[in-house]
């Protein structure tokens, strides 16, 4: 779900996003990302070549648009732990770029075998291309234990 929030009370009794935050966690939903983050520089130092509320990350942050999505692993939402449902946010956190929530909810689907192992052919598109080369999961997920093996 996709929710603009507001930082400062913009509007006399307007929810902020601590107050919206608050609600969402209640319903099931975790805060997953800002979608988008606009903001304002004081006219003491404004921002060259832009206007006063800007996206830019060196403002100061007024108002959002965030993600929150159930997730479906945690046992209060088994219930939404369906192949569909499944498949459906994992594309939902494709198109967000989250592709490694995107992969994780896959993952658990096959270890259920709630879907098939065919579904590794739809990896290649969440992988992050490697030093200019698309790679599949199984080497991605080997370099990644190198290069954490390496940091050791």
Request: hydrophobic residues 40%; neutral net charge.
């Amino acid at each position: 779900m996709e929710i603009e929030v507001t930082f400062n009370e913009t509007h006399n009794g307007r929810c902020l996003f601590a107050d919206i935050d608050y609600f969402m966690r209640n319903k099931g939903f975790y805060f997953l990302k800002f979608v988008q983050i606009y903001g304002f520089r004081k006219n003491s130092l404004p921002l060259i070549n832009c206007h006063p509320y800007t996206t830019s990350v060196d403002a100061t942050p007024i108002a959002a648009d965030v993600l929150y999505v159930r997730d479906p692993l945690q046992t209060k939402n088994i219930k939404y732990f369906t192949r569909d449902n499944t498949i459906k946010l994992a594309i939902i956190h494709d198109l967000y770029n989250s592709p490694d929530h995107a992969i994780e909810l896959l993952d658990e689907a096959i270890s259920k075998d709630l879907i098939g192992k065919n579904i590794y052919d739809l990896y290649s598109d969440l992988i992050p291309a490697v030093f200019g080369r698309k790679i599949d999961i199984n080497t991605y997920r080997a370099l990644v234990k190198v290069f954490h093996n390496w940091e050791k």
